[in-house]
């Protein structure tokens, strides 16, 4: 089985022309880890060792195999930025609070997943003076963000700086409070979200939209 740990670093870190021993001191693992698994990597032609003198260089050959690789990291790479993402968010001490989508998921306990919060892209408000720690936080695990326009990078944390804001905690993480949300819904007439919430919450709303509900 050629997927595991080490070969994974090779694809992920190995630049043409660079020897074996710079990448095996890239990667952290022993020269002879590294060395043995180019050497399979070569069986199915992803790599080849170009011998210069006593140095051994690694040649990309970017065929379907790498491509593959390729699309696995990527893969394993965004669920590792989210869980980081996650966790940051529990233990950070900075102003913010979870809006919009995300907050819609979160309370409705994942009974109305929105379609950002499943393509990882979180809403998160933040205090204005907390703004620029909050993007040195995210920049320092790798984590995308924006404020104004989507970029393909995922997870991806679409920041809205505020002067002010109220936050409630929900499952340790920090939210916009319930009432704020139902507004929020009724704006842009989410009513089938409201459904959710008023189902979850007994909040009075007094709204039947789905079938189910309806017809009783």
């Not at 074996?20 to 050497?39: C, P, Q, T």
């Not at 720690?133 to 104004?148: D, F, G, M, P, V």
């Not at 109220?166 to 340790?172: D, E, G, Q, S, Y």
């Amino acid at each position: 089985m050629i997927i595991n740990e080490i070969t994974t670093k090779i694809i992920r870190n190995a630049k043409n022309g660079e020897s074996i021993r710079s990448l095996a001191n890239k990667i952290g693992f022993a020269y002879s880890a590294v060395y043995g698994w180019i050497l399979e990597l070569e069986k199915y032609e992803v790599v080849r060792i170009i011998r210069k003198g006593n140095k051994n260089i690694i040649k990309i050959n970017k065929n379907l195999i790498y491509d593959k690789f390729r699309e696995l990291d990527n893969a394993v790479s965004i669920i590792d930025k989210n869980n980081d993402f996650w966790g940051f968010i529990k233990d950070t001490k900075l102003k913010i609070r979870f809006s919009k989508g995300t907050a819609i998921t979160i309370w409705t306990k994942g009974g109305f997943i929105t379609g950002d919060f499943y393509d990882k892209i979180y809403f998160l408000e933040v205090f204005e003076k907390d703004a620029n720690s909050l993007k040195k936080a995210l920049n320092e695990k790798n984590i995308a963000w924006t404020e104004n326009k989507l970029i393909p990078k995922r997870p991806l944390i679409y920041i809205i700086p505020k002067k002010e804001f109220t936050i409630k905690r929900l499952n340790n993480l920090p939210i916009i409070p319930l009432n704020e949300l139902v507004d929020y819904c009724k704006e842009l007439y989410l009513d089938n979200v409201l459904e959710q919430l008023d189902l979850l919450y007994n909040l009075g709303l007094n709204k039947r939209y789905s079938e189910i509900y309806t017809n009783i």
